[in-house]
Protein backbone atom coordinates (compact mmCIF):
# COMPACT_ATOMS: atom_id res chain seq x y z
CA UNK A 1 0.00 0.00 0.00
CA UNK A 2 1.08 2.98 -1.12
CA UNK A 3 2.22 4.64 2.52
CA UNK A 4 0.97 8.20 2.02
CA UNK A 5 -2.45 7.87 0.00
CA UNK A 6 -4.11 9.81 3.04
CA UNK A 7 -1.42 11.97 4.09
CA UNK A 8 -3.14 14.59 6.42
CA UNK A 9 -6.35 13.62 5.88
CA UNK A 10 -9.01 13.74 8.69
CA UNK A 11 -11.44 10.83 8.74
CA UNK A 12 -14.15 9.46 11.28
CA UNK A 13 -14.84 5.60 11.27
CA UNK A 14 -18.33 4.70 12.83
CA UNK A 15 -17.74 0.72 14.12
CA UNK A 16 -14.00 1.72 13.86
CA UNK A 17 -13.06 0.02 17.53
CA UNK A 18 -12.88 -3.41 16.12
CA UNK A 19 -13.85 -5.82 13.43
CA UNK A 20 -13.71 -4.75 10.08
CA UNK A 21 -13.47 -1.10 11.40
CA UNK A 22 -10.68 -0.96 13.12
CA UNK A 23 -8.61 -3.06 10.45
CA UNK A 24 -9.59 -0.33 8.54
CA UNK A 25 -8.07 2.38 11.00
CA UNK A 26 -4.73 1.13 10.90
CA UNK A 27 -4.81 1.11 7.19
CA UNK A 28 -5.56 4.58 7.26
CA UNK A 29 -3.00 5.19 9.70
CA UNK A 30 -0.77 3.58 7.72
CA UNK A 31 -1.16 5.59 4.62
CA UNK A 32 -0.73 9.42 7.04
CA UNK A 33 -4.63 9.71 8.11
CA UNK A 34 -5.83 11.05 11.36
CA UNK A 35 -8.46 9.68 12.48
CA UNK A 36 -11.32 9.82 14.81
CA UNK A 37 -12.55 5.61 15.89
CA UNK A 38 -16.24 5.59 17.31
CA UNK A 39 -17.90 2.49 19.25
CA UNK A 40 -20.29 1.66 22.02
CA UNK A 41 -17.56 -0.42 24.25
CA UNK A 42 -15.49 2.62 26.30
CA UNK A 43 -12.75 0.29 26.93
CA UNK A 44 -12.28 -1.02 23.35
CA UNK A 45 -12.41 2.72 22.38
CA UNK A 46 -9.55 2.91 23.78
CA UNK A 47 -7.79 0.02 23.58
CA UNK A 48 -8.37 1.10 20.15
CA UNK A 49 -6.54 4.15 20.10
CA UNK A 50 -3.54 3.11 22.25
CA UNK A 51 -2.92 0.62 19.56
CA UNK A 52 -3.59 3.45 16.54
CA UNK A 53 -1.32 6.16 18.22
CA UNK A 54 -1.19 9.69 18.80
CA UNK A 55 -3.03 10.34 15.36
CA UNK A 56 -5.70 8.68 16.73
CA UNK A 57 -8.85 9.85 18.85
CA UNK A 58 -11.54 7.61 20.43
CA UNK A 59 -15.95 8.36 20.69
CA UNK A 60 -17.66 6.45 22.91
CA UNK A 61 -21.10 6.08 21.85
CA UNK A 62 -23.92 4.33 20.07
CA UNK A 63 -24.39 4.96 16.34
CA UNK A 64 -28.56 5.05 16.41
CA UNK A 65 -27.78 8.06 18.39
CA UNK A 66 -27.52 11.05 15.89
CA UNK A 67 -25.66 13.01 18.81
CA UNK A 68 -22.66 10.55 18.64
CA UNK A 69 -21.50 11.34 15.05
CA UNK A 70 -21.56 14.79 15.85
CA UNK A 71 -19.92 14.25 18.86
CA UNK A 72 -17.16 12.45 16.93
CA UNK A 73 -17.12 15.15 13.73
CA UNK A 74 -16.43 17.78 16.28
CA UNK A 75 -13.78 15.93 17.88
CA UNK A 76 -11.91 15.27 14.64
CA UNK A 77 -12.10 19.01 14.00
CA UNK A 78 -10.91 20.23 17.17
CA UNK A 79 -7.98 17.50 17.27
CA UNK A 80 -6.98 17.60 13.57
CA UNK A 81 -8.97 19.81 11.15
CA UNK A 82 -11.27 19.52 8.58
CA UNK A 83 -12.88 16.59 7.68
CA UNK A 84 -11.96 14.63 4.17
CA UNK A 85 -13.70 11.54 5.21
CA UNK A 86 -16.14 8.90 6.99
CA UNK A 87 -16.44 4.83 6.65
CA UNK A 88 -19.40 3.75 8.74
CA UNK A 89 -18.98 0.24 9.50
CA UNK A 90 -20.70 0.01 12.37
CA UNK A 91 -23.85 -2.39 12.20
CA UNK A 92 -24.67 -5.72 12.92
CA UNK A 93 -27.14 -8.60 12.84
CA UNK A 94 -30.39 -8.78 13.96
CA UNK A 95 -30.91 -12.29 14.68
CA UNK A 96 -30.81 -12.05 18.48
CA UNK A 97 -33.07 -9.30 18.19
CA UNK A 98 -36.10 -11.25 15.99
CA UNK A 99 -34.87 -10.34 12.92
CA UNK A 100 -35.44 -13.88 10.53
CA UNK A 101 -37.37 -14.74 7.48
CA UNK A 102 -40.42 -12.41 6.46
CA UNK A 103 -43.18 -15.18 7.76
CA UNK A 104 -41.01 -15.44 11.19
CA UNK A 105 -39.67 -11.58 11.55
CA UNK A 106 -40.85 -9.76 14.55
CA UNK A 107 -42.05 -5.87 14.69
CA UNK A 108 -39.07 -5.59 17.13
CA UNK A 109 -36.57 -7.29 15.20
CA UNK A 110 -37.51 -4.91 11.73
CA UNK A 111 -37.70 -2.03 13.51
CA UNK A 112 -34.32 -2.85 15.64
CA UNK A 113 -32.55 -3.97 12.94
CA UNK A 114 -33.46 -1.57 10.81
CA UNK A 115 -32.31 1.05 13.59
CA UNK A 116 -29.01 -0.58 13.86
CA UNK A 117 -27.80 -0.85 10.29
CA UNK A 118 -29.54 2.05 8.30
CA UNK A 119 -30.59 4.58 10.84
CA UNK A 120 -27.08 4.93 12.05
CA UNK A 121 -25.82 4.95 8.55
CA UNK A 122 -28.36 7.54 7.73
CA UNK A 123 -27.16 9.96 10.77
CA UNK A 124 -23.59 9.12 10.21
CA UNK A 125 -23.83 10.53 6.57
CA UNK A 126 -26.02 13.15 6.95
CA UNK A 127 -23.76 14.76 9.43
CA UNK A 128 -20.56 14.42 7.23
CA UNK A 129 -22.38 15.72 4.45
CA UNK A 130 -23.54 19.00 6.18
CA UNK A 131 -19.72 19.47 7.79
CA UNK A 132 -18.60 18.84 3.82
CA UNK A 133 -21.00 21.64 2.73
CA UNK A 134 -20.05 23.67 5.44
CA UNK A 135 -16.30 23.65 4.99
CA UNK A 136 -16.53 23.85 1.12
CA UNK A 137 -14.43 21.42 0.64
CA UNK A 138 -15.90 18.41 -0.81
CA UNK A 139 -15.30 15.14 1.00
CA UNK A 140 -15.68 11.24 0.77
CA UNK A 141 -17.85 9.01 2.25
CA UNK A 142 -18.10 4.85 2.44
CA UNK A 143 -20.58 2.89 3.85
CA UNK A 144 -20.68 -0.65 4.41
CA UNK A 145 -23.40 -2.85 2.79
CA UNK A 146 -23.62 -6.76 2.32
CA UNK A 147 -23.78 -9.18 -0.68
CA UNK A 148 -26.98 -9.99 1.06
CA UNK A 149 -28.14 -6.77 -0.15
CA UNK A 150 -28.84 -8.34 -3.54
CA UNK A 151 -27.36 -11.95 -3.33
CA UNK A 152 -29.00 -13.45 -0.99
CA UNK A 153 -28.54 -17.09 0.47
CA UNK A 154 -31.46 -17.99 2.26
CA UNK A 155 -30.96 -21.34 3.98
CA UNK A 156 -28.34 -20.23 6.05
CA UNK A 157 -28.72 -16.27 5.59
CA UNK A 158 -32.58 -15.96 6.28
CA UNK A 159 -32.87 -12.41 8.23
CA UNK A 160 -34.55 -10.32 5.59
CA UNK A 161 -34.40 -7.26 7.81
CA UNK A 162 -30.88 -6.97 7.65
CA UNK A 163 -30.94 -7.81 3.88
CA UNK A 164 -33.26 -5.01 3.31
CA UNK A 165 -31.37 -2.95 5.15
CA UNK A 166 -28.52 -3.20 3.24
CA UNK A 167 -30.10 -2.59 -0.28
CA UNK A 168 -31.40 0.08 1.41
CA UNK A 169 -27.91 1.82 2.39
CA UNK A 170 -27.01 1.42 -1.63
CA UNK A 171 -30.40 2.87 -2.34
CA UNK A 172 -29.58 5.73 -0.36
CA UNK A 173 -25.32 6.20 -1.42
CA UNK A 174 -26.17 6.40 -5.23
CA UNK A 175 -28.91 8.94 -4.47
CA UNK A 176 -26.45 11.08 -1.98
CA UNK A 177 -23.95 10.39 -4.85
CA UNK A 178 -26.10 12.11 -7.81
CA UNK A 179 -27.24 15.09 -5.65
CA UNK A 180 -24.03 16.26 -3.80
CA UNK A 181 -21.83 15.19 -6.94
CA UNK A 182 -21.81 19.26 -8.38
CA UNK A 183 -20.46 19.40 -4.77
CA UNK A 184 -17.60 17.51 -5.18
CA UNK A 185 -18.82 14.70 -2.48
CA UNK A 186 -18.65 11.28 -2.98
CA UNK A 187 -20.37 8.57 -1.69
CA UNK A 188 -19.46 4.80 -2.21
CA UNK A 189 -20.33 1.47 -0.54
CA UNK A 190 -18.46 -1.59 0.07
CA UNK A 191 -20.13 -4.35 0.03
CA UNK A 192 -18.19 -8.11 1.47
CA UNK A 193 -19.28 -11.12 1.80
CA UNK A 194 -18.80 -13.34 4.54
CA UNK A 195 -15.38 -12.19 6.49
CA UNK A 196 -14.18 -13.12 9.78
CA UNK A 197 -15.38 -11.02 12.36
CA UNK A 198 -17.39 -11.31 15.73
CA UNK A 199 -20.14 -10.52 14.21
CA UNK A 200 -19.93 -13.41 12.05
CA UNK A 201 -18.79 -15.78 14.67
CA UNK A 202 -22.20 -17.83 14.36
CA UNK A 203 -21.07 -18.81 10.92
CA UNK A 204 -17.94 -19.36 10.59
CA UNK A 205 -17.99 -22.11 13.73
CA UNK A 206 -21.13 -23.58 11.61
CA UNK A 207 -19.58 -26.99 9.52
CA UNK A 208 -22.53 -26.87 7.43
CA UNK A 209 -21.91 -22.87 6.37
CA UNK A 210 -18.27 -23.18 6.29
CA UNK A 211 -18.67 -26.20 3.59
CA UNK A 212 -21.26 -24.11 1.77
CA UNK A 213 -18.31 -20.87 1.69
CA UNK A 214 -15.68 -23.19 0.31
CA UNK A 215 -17.46 -23.19 -3.26
CA UNK A 216 -19.71 -19.48 -2.66
CA UNK A 217 -16.46 -17.89 -2.12
CA UNK A 218 -14.26 -19.80 -4.36
CA UNK A 219 -11.08 -17.47 -4.90
CA UNK A 220 -8.04 -18.18 -2.62
CA UNK A 221 -8.78 -21.73 -1.92
CA UNK A 222 -11.95 -21.09 -0.53
CA UNK A 223 -11.93 -19.23 2.02
CA UNK A 224 -14.00 -17.23 4.41
CA UNK A 225 -12.56 -13.24 4.02
CA UNK A 226 -10.73 -10.99 5.97
CA UNK A 227 -10.75 -8.01 7.83
CA UNK A 228 -7.48 -6.76 5.58
CA UNK A 229 -9.08 -8.44 2.38
CA UNK A 230 -11.45 -5.14 2.45
CA UNK A 231 -8.72 -2.37 3.95
CA UNK A 232 -7.41 -1.56 0.64
CA UNK A 233 -10.88 -0.46 -0.64
CA UNK A 234 -11.50 1.88 1.98
CA UNK A 235 -8.28 3.68 1.25
CA UNK A 236 -8.82 4.06 -1.99
CA UNK A 237 -12.61 5.78 -1.93
CA UNK A 238 -11.18 7.72 1.12
CA UNK A 239 -8.21 9.22 -0.84
CA UNK A 240 -7.67 11.23 -3.75
CA UNK A 241 -6.89 8.08 -6.00
CA UNK A 242 -10.59 7.82 -6.17
CA UNK A 243 -11.71 11.43 -7.04
CA UNK A 244 -13.49 10.65 -10.05
CA UNK A 245 -15.56 7.58 -8.27
CA UNK A 246 -19.12 8.27 -7.00
CA UNK A 247 -22.01 6.07 -6.56
CA UNK A 248 -20.26 3.19 -6.80
CA UNK A 249 -20.62 -0.70 -4.85
CA UNK A 250 -17.57 -2.27 -4.57
CA UNK A 251 -18.13 -6.27 -3.68
CA UNK A 252 -15.41 -8.00 -2.03
CA UNK A 253 -17.12 -11.42 -1.89
CA UNK A 254 -14.38 -13.65 -3.04
CA UNK A 255 -16.55 -14.31 -6.12
CA UNK A 256 -19.48 -15.48 -3.94
CA UNK A 257 -22.50 -13.05 -6.32
CA UNK A 258 -21.50 -15.25 -9.26
CA UNK A 259 -21.44 -18.68 -7.86
CA UNK A 260 -23.66 -21.24 -6.91
CA UNK A 261 -22.68 -22.16 -3.50
CA UNK A 262 -22.79 -26.32 -2.67
CA UNK A 263 -24.29 -27.67 0.58
CA UNK A 264 -23.31 -30.44 2.51
CA UNK A 265 -24.83 -33.85 0.63
CA UNK A 266 -26.46 -36.27 2.85
CA UNK A 267 -22.98 -38.81 2.03
CA UNK A 268 -20.88 -35.73 3.55
CA UNK A 269 -23.28 -36.28 7.07
CA UNK A 270 -22.69 -39.57 7.22
CA UNK A 271 -19.40 -39.59 6.79
CA UNK A 272 -18.46 -36.36 8.75
CA UNK A 273 -16.70 -35.26 5.10
CA UNK A 274 -16.02 -31.23 4.96
Request: net charge neutral; hydrophobic share 40%; proline share 4%.
Amino acid sequence: MNTDRLQGKVIVIVGGTAGLGLSAAHACVRAGAHVVVVGRDDSKCTAAVTALGSCARGVEGDARNPQTVDRAIRTALTEFGPLDGLYHVAGGSGRRLGDGPLDQLSDQGWDQTLRLNLDSVFYSNRAAIQQFLRQGSGGSVVNMASVLADSPSPRFFATHAYATSKAATIGMARAAAAHYAPQNIRVNVIAPALVDTPMARRASNDPDIRHYVASKQPLDGGRIGLPADVDEAVVYFLSDDSRFVTGQVLRIDGGWSLTDGQYRTPADEATGST
